[in-house]
Every structure is written in structure tokens, then in C-alpha cells.
């Protein structure tokens, strides 16, 4: 399983695009090209990237319409986008950019440091977000497992039976408790929800609440 995170560059000059990844190549992340806005597009169907890395001046579909069109699509509405200028660019560029959608502004010629230092930051958060994913449906697969048991349970009682739902559901609740701790804002719907559910689960099984327990 690849665990390294997807980095799009974006940029119609192929010298930029070769100073790009030998910046970012440190990093040890997936580095994937396009030429184009149109390009750029076309890869965000099909893969899930940290953060975009956007020349502002191209050809065809610029730097502002590529990212208004990634903010319109539900899937990459969320996706960070740093943009690329030149150092002489038009002052009204940094307006236009935010009100795109972007979250910061590089100058060309990039210092390396400063690059790596905000993509890196991308990449964690991604990272991170992935892991919590990956523990949300991981938790929610349990919980639906623990349903099953307690079926199976009200059909055959025993108290091996009953012991093993019961650790089952202990185990969950404390994997549960390590992902609420870092739960971002836009999944905590989704993580309460699964808390109702192992609440309920702890009362069918056991008659105890879990806030007292």
C-alpha cells in the first residue's frame, strides 16, 4: 500500500515544472505534472492530492479559472491551492487569487526552503485527515459488526457469548476515544454519530451508560 501523498504541479513551462520537483523532491511524496488547466482537471478525477501547487499565467484556461472550476466540484472544493506567480506580477493578482479560492501565494524564483516549509504542512494535514478517515469507517465497520453480535445474542444467549460482545465493544469505544481527539470540525457530525451509536450499542449489551462508565 502507497502511503505517500499526491502533489500537483501546475505550470505550462517545463523549467518550472523541473525546478518544482527538485524542490519538492525531498519531501518523498508522489510529484505529478500538468501542463495545462485542462490537464490539471483531467488528473483531479481520477486521484486525491494534498495541495496543488498552480502557475497563475498560462495559456488557455489560466491559473484562475483552473482553480474557480476546482472549487466548484464537491470532491476538490476542499483541495488547497497555492499559487505561482513572478515577482512583478499584477498587484490585483493576490485579490483575484484569494477570491478564487487560494490559500497562499509563492513567487517565482521560489525559495526552496519556504516552498518545501508550506507544502510540507499540506501534506501532513492530509495525511492526517486520511488516517482519521481510514478510523471513521474502521470504527463504523466494528460497530456494525457489534450489532450483528447482539443480535446473535438476543437469538442464542450465553455468557461467553456475552463476554466477547462485551470486549469487542470495550475496544471499540477506546479506538473511538483516540480518533475523537484529533476529529477535524467538518467530520464531527459524522464521529458523533458513531459515538450515538456505540452509546446505544453499551446499553443494549451491558444496560450501562457510557458516561458513567
Request: no cysteine.
Amino acid at each position: 500500500m502507497d502511503d505517500k501523498a499526491k502533489i500537483l504541479l501546475v505550470d505550462d513551462r517545463e523549467e518550472n515544472l523541473i525546478a518544482l520537483e527538485a524542490i519538492l523532491s525531498s519531501l518523498d511524496q508522489d510529484l505529478v505534472r500538468a501542463r495545462s488547466g485542462e490537464d490539471a482537471l483531467k488528473a483531479l478525477l481520477t486521484d486525491e492530492y494534498a495541495v496543488i501547487l498552480l502557475d497563475v499565467v498560462m495559456p488557455g484556461m489560466d491559473g484562475f479559472e483552473t482553480a474557480r472550476d476546482i472549487k466548484r466540484r464537491k470532491k476538490t472544493r476542499d483541495l488547497p491551492i497555492i499559487f505561482l506567480t513572478a515577482v512583478n506580477s499584477d498587484p490585483d493578482y493576490a485579490f483575484r487569487g484569494y477570491a478564487a479560492g487560494a490559500v497562499d501565494f509563492i513567487s517565482k524564483p521560489f525559495d526552496p526552503w519556504v516552498l518545501r516549509a508550506k507544502v510540507s504542512v499540506f501534506v501532513e494535514l492530509h495525511t492526517k485527515n486520511k488516517q482519521l478517515r481510514d478510523q471513521t469507517v474502521l470504527l463504523r465497520e466494528q460497530a456494525a459488526l457489534l450489532r450483528e453480535q447482539e443480535k446473535r445474542l438476543d437469538e442464542q444467549p450465553g455468557p461467553d457469548a456475552f463476554e466477547e460482545a462485551r470486549a469487542r465493544l470495550e475496544a471499540v469505544e477506546e479506538q473511538a476515544g483516540a480518533v475523537g481527539k484529533h476529529v477535524p470540525p467538518a467530520r464531527r457530525d459524522e464521529f458523533e454519530e458513531l459515538t450515538r451509536r456505540l452509546g446505544d450499542l453499551r446499553r443494549a449489551l451491558t444496560g450501562e451508560d457510557p458516561a458513567s462508565s
